[in-house]
């Protein structure tokens, strides 16, 4: 039996065709849960990432109680120290836990606080010093010394409001495109003091397809 040109590609494709979407394509289409579901367990630092990211945001913007958010963020973190633990060379998955623990210190005492603060330092740290221009991790960095300084006890770990600026310029200059940076510089620069520098950094993250 002859087979058609059209109906053999079809046949080729159709493993293809039949996969489940990528973590990043749901994270990007909004289906976060379907996102960290598929990732969770991925063999791939990219697909591990977008779970990470995922549950992060649920915790974040979806889950309607502490209790639910907490169980999001420590998902996100597993996720996270999975990458670590698959791609210990790799700047994303330290950068992800460390995104991850900056919402959890949200709901954490004040000596549990104390320790995370360290630790989300030394993740971002680590993750720059295995990809110098990664813009997300300045942009972590930058709001550490902010959240720290700010709450009264950054002098503990050398946090200062003095670097929060530098730290944003540095990130804008890595990704000019990046509309989450932009958009929390200008909030920076609102807690700073500096409103109209911070009109220009929203204006500019509106203005970013």
Not at 12 to 15: H, N, S, T
Not at 124 to 131: H, Q
């Given at each position: 039996?002859?087979?058609r ?6 046949l080729?494709?159709?493993?293809v065709?039949a ?8 994270l ?12 969770r367990?991925?063999?791939?630092l990219g697909d ?16 309607k ?8 963020l420590?998902r996100?973190q ?15 998955g ?17 000596l549990a ?10 993740n ?8 110098g ?5 300045v942009?972590?960095?930058?709001l550490?010394?902010?959240?720290l300084?700010?709450?009264g ?10 670097e ?12 000019p495109?990046?509309?989450e ?25 509106l203005?970013?397809?």
């Open positions: 039996m002859r087979i040109p059209l109906a053999l590609l079809l080729l494709f159709a493993p065709l996969q489940a979407p990528a973590p990043r394509v749901l990007q289409l909004g289906e976060f849960e379907a996102a960290w579901t598929q990732g367990n991925a063999e791939r591990l990432a977008a779970a990470a990211e995922a549950a992060n945001l649920i915790a974040q913007y979806r889950a109680s502490d209790a639910e958010r907490r169980a999001w420590e996100a597993e996720t996270a120290r999975r990458a670590i633990r698959l791609f210990p060379d790799a700047a994303e330290y950068y992800q836990l460390a995104h991850a623990q900056a919402e959890v210190i949200r709901f954490v005492g004040v606080k104390l320790g995370l603060a360290s630790e989300i330092k030394r971002l740290e680590r993750a720059l010093e295995l990809d221009g990664h813009a997300r991790a942009m972590g960095l930058a550490w010394h902010l959240q300084a700010k709450r006890f950054g002098w503990l770990y050398g946090a200062s409001l003095g929060v600026v530098p730290l944003f310029e540095w990130a804008v200059s890595l990704d495109g990046s509309v940076i932009r958009k929390n510089y200008g909030f920076a620069l609102m807690q700073l003091g500096r409103p109209e520098a911070a009109r220009k950094q929203l204006e500019a993250a203005a970013l397809p």
